[in-house]
């Protein structure tokens, strides 16, 4: 038997580093709230970077990459490149990361935010501004953990697919189908507006299985019609505008890129 394949041999441990862009960094605070699980979780890897927790430089090799946060900075989009060069796979977290989140409100006019905040110009601190985006706008990403903020156990289920393979597949589904499941009863019989209508299932619909619609943090989903939600709004009586608005929040991105091929 090769000495390399020897059953004795030191198997080292898959080293991942944690990069935060443009976010609250709250989905990385939520991992640590998986408490007394996380030292297991952390007994598994070998955490070679976190920026939230140190001030270590990034080191050269790494194995995965976990990306929080827009990219909203020509240093932050250079970030991920090199990220994606170095790791073996890359994972984005949160909103933010996966469709560009609340930072992304500002990427149909950026000029016009920075101005309302800023006045004549950035300044020079900000670096070189960019359209906020989502990190897979920049490089390839190889998995997803959605909301705002996410499921610290939905991040450890696919970091522990992204090292040792699964055949789960993504959530492509609306919100509706999962919501009724929970047998809660639908917003709109009440008069209440909800985002399920169009945004991607795989959070189990906790918000309103809470008493609480939809925000659409876990970004639209592909089997979505957009459209469509919006005529089930005006003839449920509830402003389209509204609807309008509060798509904004977390899908700006992807609904200005479709008013674009328009």
């Given amino acids: 038997m090769s000495e390399n394949l ?7 441990a898959p080293r991942v580093v944690v990069i935060g862009l443009a976010s609250c960094f709250g989905c990385q605070i939520n991992i640590t709230n998986i408490e007394r699980h996380l030292m297991d979780v952390l007994g598994q890897i070998d955490l070679g970077y976190w ?29 991920v490149r090199r990220a994606r060069e170095r790791a073996g796979s890359v994972i984005a977290i949160g909103s933010c990361a996966v469709t560009g ?37 920049v490089i390839d990403v190889d998995a997803e953990v959605r909301c705002c903020p996410i499921d610290p156990f939905e991040f450890v289920r696919v970091l522990d697919g992204v090292l040792y393979g699964s055949n789960r597949l993504p959530a492509t589904s609306a919100l509706c189908g999962e919501c009724s499941r929970n047998e809660k009863g639908c917003f709109y019989k009440q008069g209440v507006m909800c985002l399920g209508l169009v945004t991607r299932a795989g959070c189990g619909a906790k918000c309103p299985a809470l008493g609480r619609p939809c925000n659409g943090c876990a970004g639209l989903s592909p089997d979505s019609n957009v459209e ?6 005006g003839k449920r009586g509830l402003e389209v505008a509204r609807f309008n608005d509060a798509l904004e929040m977390f899908n700006a991105v992807a609904i200005n890129a479709a008013q674009g091929e328009e």
Avoid at 6 to 12: Q, V, Y
Avoid at 111 to 116: D, K, N, R, T
Avoid at 228 to 233: F, M, S
Wanted: charged fraction near 25%; charge should be negative; aromatic fraction near 4%.
């Fill in 6 to 12: 020897s059953p004795t041999a030191e198997r080292r």
């Fill in 51 to 79: 920026q939230l927790t140190s001030s270590v430089p990034m080191p050269d090799e790494f194995d995965v990459a976990v990306i929080e946060g827009a990219v909203t900075t020509e240093e932050a989009a250079e970030t």
């Fill in 101 to 137: 989140g609340i930072p992304g409100m500002a990427s149909g006019d950026l000029a016009g935010h920075v101005e309302s905040v800023y006045g004549d110009a950035a300044p020079d601190a900000c670096g070189d501004l960019l359209a906020p985006r989502p990190v897979s706008d």
């Fill in 228 to 233: 469509a939600a919006r005529y089930v709004v």
